[in-house]
């Protein structure tokens, strides 16, 4: 079964990805939540906070995860080969504004950021008729587990040596997926947000006017840009960095798809694929720090579920879990 979109339990079909002073919707659990998962939402997200040595309670209005970052402006074109296989507003070739949000994966919102971490990449793609759709990347090319339980246990894990080796005991496949990571030193502070590749895990299907679907992965690949001018070493030199790069031109990133072949597992979020097209979907075009949307009390929220019409879930349990997670994590930041 696949999932068109807008199928959260709280019934949300998410128009924008900016909550302005109200509260966000609180997602409660079933039935999704309790077909995908072994695990509460609001579990998962106590024991995510607590391996940053966070508080369960409302503490600090930063995210659970991916708690350092902060927002850039910008647009993205498609190319044609993409409004060949999607109807989605954003993939028509006509150029829509963005939202950017380069992160640290981590729920420290102070860590230096030469600490070993994966890195964020959100964007929020604005469609003429006022909708809007998410994708979210990290520096990670395979995710290393299959179930929100299993996620929750590989967090805990990576911040505890302890228990690392009770954890890859347990999910023995994991290991090659570390070792691929590793290798494409997922984890080393980069030199800049904008020199690594972001992975968004999930598949989604384009549906084409035709009717016919394709699964799709998605990767947000650098192009090369204008390298600013000093060195940055601080606390926060990948914020200065990016500044810095921005103010002497713009950033840009290719959206690249890859099409499932035959055999591909969309539901998988581990399966590796071995694609039957890769192509160039279209480039996005970063311009500079945009004005802080959740600076006077808004919400942004990303989501990658959050799609419209033209591209469809797949019934991977990690994707549909998230909103969930995502949603519990938003009521903590507002207290
Ligand atoms: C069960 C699996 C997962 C859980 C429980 C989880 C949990 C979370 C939570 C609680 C947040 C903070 C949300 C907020 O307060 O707005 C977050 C943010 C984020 N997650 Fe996940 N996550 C999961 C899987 C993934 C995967 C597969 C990716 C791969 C791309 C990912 C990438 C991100 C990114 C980029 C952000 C930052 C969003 C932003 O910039 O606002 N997560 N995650």
Known sequence: MRRRSGHRDDGRRGPA?????????VAAGCPIVCRVSAVTPAAVVDRLRAAFGRPTEPDTPHRTLHAKGAFYAGTFTATPRAAELSTAGHLQGSEVPILVRWSN???????????????GMSVSFKLPDGTATDILGQTAPRF???TPEAFVEFTEAARNPRKLPGFLLRHRDAVPALLVNGKARALISPRSYAAVPYFAVHAFRWVAADGTGSWVRYVLRPQS????????????????????????GPV????????????????????VWKPREVFDAGTL???????????????VVFDPTRVVDGIELSEDPILLFRPQAYAESVRRRLG
């Open 144 to 146: 290393v587990v299959r």
């Open 252 to 271: 840009t990133f290719t959206l690249e798809v890859s099409v499932a072949a035959d055999g591909d597992d969309p539901n998988d979020p581990m399966s």
């Open 105 to 119: 994966g981590g729920g420290n919102h102070r860590a230096p950021d030469k600490a070993p971490d994966v890195r």
């Open 225 to 248: 840009s204008t390298d600013p001018e000093g060195s940055f070493e601080g606390r926060d030199r990948l914020r200065e960095e990016i500044v810095a790069r921005l103010a002497a």
């Open 285 to 299: 075009t970063i311009t500079g720090p945009a004005d802080d949307p959740e600076a006077d009390g808004g919400v």
């Open 17 to 25: 990805a900016v909550v302005r002073g109200g509260h966000p919707p």
